[in-house]
């Protein structure tokens, strides 16, 4: 990165093509001085723009009846099945337990448990 000598703005690059010559310059956006013959150039690494639509994935039926939790002998409150999914989440300050979560496996009730 130069600077100019007059004004002290950065210098940007500038690359001209002169027939088959390829001319690079630096050059001033304030002052409009300008340093010919360039010798060494580093290449900014290039921004890469992605699309800027969020991509939308469908679950199909088969795929959301896959059951990858864990499942646990707990009574559920709201209909009286003994099986349930269970994950831990930590709700509250690091200091404190967890809440254990469960999710029903008949009525998809989901209740916790505080420790």
């Known amino acids: 990165m130069e600077f100019c000598p007059k004004c002290g703005t950065r210098l940007?690059?500038?690359?001209?093509?002169?027939?088959?010559?390829?001319v690079?310059?630096?050059s001033c956006q304030k002052c409009g001085y300008?340093?010919?013959g360039v010798d060494k150039m580093v290449a900014a690494p290039k921004?890469?723009?992605h699309?800027?639509?969020?991509?939308?994935?469908?679950?199909g039926k088969e795929a959301q009846k896959l059951r990858t939790l864990p499942t646990?002998?707990?009574?559920?409150p709201k209909c009286g099945n003994m099986l349930a999914s269970a994950w831990q989440v930590q709700t509250r300050g690091s200091d404190e337990s967890s809440t254990?979560?469960?999710?029903?496996?008949?009525c998809s009730h989901t209740f916790r448990e505080y420790s």
Do not use: H, N
């Open 100 to 106: 254990q979560f469960f999710r029903c496996t008949k």
């Open 34 to 36: 300008k340093k010919r």
């Open 47 to 49: 921004i890469v723009e």
């Open 51 to 59: 699309d800027s639509q969020e991509r939308v994935v469908v679950i």
């Open 72 to 76: 646990v002998r707990v009574e559920c």
């Open 12 to 22: 940007t690059p500038a690359r001209k093509e002169r027939g088959s010559k390829v």
């Open 24 to 26: 690079v310059a630096l």
